[in-house]
């Protein structure tokens, strides 16, 4: 089994509204990812709240995971941030984290990293 150790990748979170998963997707591509995992759930933000008939609402979400090779992480959060338009209040949010072992990603082999 082919395991990665160190910080050649970084794992991207992006939490958009439902309707946004594919507009996040093209835009995690156009800036160099492969692509990412979208699990779907359901918002209690601050701009979330709503009820119809008196009846609590809460907002359908995309929570997109990506793994981004380090030096693309940039060019990636910024292609999102511009899609998703996460500079307005209440369109969502994206956040990187550090990952240490990773194992299942053979096909980057014959990429210099």
């Given amino acids: 089994m082919v395991e990665i150790v160190g910080d050649e990748f970084k794992l991207l979170f992006i939490i958009v509204k439902k309707e946004l ?3 996040v997707i093209k835009a995690v591509k156009k800036g160099g ?10 918002g ?3 701009h979330d709240t709503g009820s119809i008939f008196g009846v609590k609402v809460e907002t ?3 929570v997109i995971l990506c793994l981004v090779p ?7 959060i910024s292609k999102v941030r511009a ?3 996460l500079d307005k ?6 956040f990187v984290v550090n990952s240490k072992s990773i194992c299942g990603i053979a096909h980057l082999l014959n990429k210099d990293f």
């Fill in 60 to 62: 359908e979400k995309a």
């Fill in 89 to 94: 209040p209440g369109t969502g949010i994206a």
């Fill in 21 to 23: 998963s594919r507009k």
């Fill in 70 to 76: 380090d030096d693309l992480v940039d060019q990636v």
């Fill in 33 to 42: 990812a492969e692509g990412g995992t979208i699990i779907q759930g359901r």
């Fill in 83 to 85: 899609a998703a338009r």
């Fill in 44 to 46: 209690t933000g601050t």
